[in-house]
């Protein structure tokens, strides 16, 4: 990890942006959450997907409302890092609307999630979300754990030539004496 010192003054001023920012965003005042970034910008690594600029981070948002009528991100922890603030937290709502094509499934959700908020000086620049997609989609009923006996057979049923191929691997791998572990 590298040797850095922030100066305290900055750190209290992005500090004071993100949790401006956030506080907006809980209350559904996109607007002002928006207001808090020198050029908004959210990356969503879980789906790969980027929302730049004001009109992108806005539509995101109210998908977001439309989805989750209530939705609110609980921070838990922050650190603050050489060009970035991290939170930890939680995501919570209740899917009362369509999302991402998803029709309301009435269920509440309440998965962790990591923002990291990166900064150039005291601007904010970027919104940067991780958190385990698998765990939302389990929660909201669409998707099944694939440690269960359910989540094993609904993965063979949706992808039996992958699942196939592998089985088959092992029990090659077996015979040979080797081990499970595919070689790298």
């Known amino acids: 990890m590298a040797d850095y010192q922030i100066d305290s003054a900055l750190q209290a001023t992005r500090h004071e942006i993100v949790d401006r920012h956030m506080t907006h965003e809980n209350a559904h005042e996109f607007d002002d959450a928006i207001g808090a970034f020198h050029h908004p910008r959210y990356e969503i690594v879980a789906t790969g997907e980027v929302w730049d600029g004001a009109d992108g981070v806005d539509a995101l948002l109210q998908e977001n409302k439309t989805g989750f009528s209530d939705f609110k991100f609980h921070p838990t922890k922050w650190h603050h890092a050489e060009d970035a603030i991290i939170v930890e937290g939680n995501f919570t709502g209740t899917h009362d609307g369509s999302w991402r ?30 958190f385990d997609i698998g765990t939302a989609l389990r929660q909201l009923g669409v998707a099944r754990d694939p440690n269960t006996l359910g989540g094993k057979i609904e993965l063979m049923a949706a992808h039996p030539v992958h699942v196939g191929r592998a089985l088959a691997r092992q029990l090659v791998s077996r015979r040979r004496g080797g081990s499970d572990a595919p070689a790298g």
């Open 101 to 130: 094509g998803l029709p309301a499934t009435f269920r509440t959700v309440d998965f962790e999630l990591i923002i990291v908020f990166k900064f150039e000086d005291d601007r904010m620049v970027c919104e940067r979300t991780y």
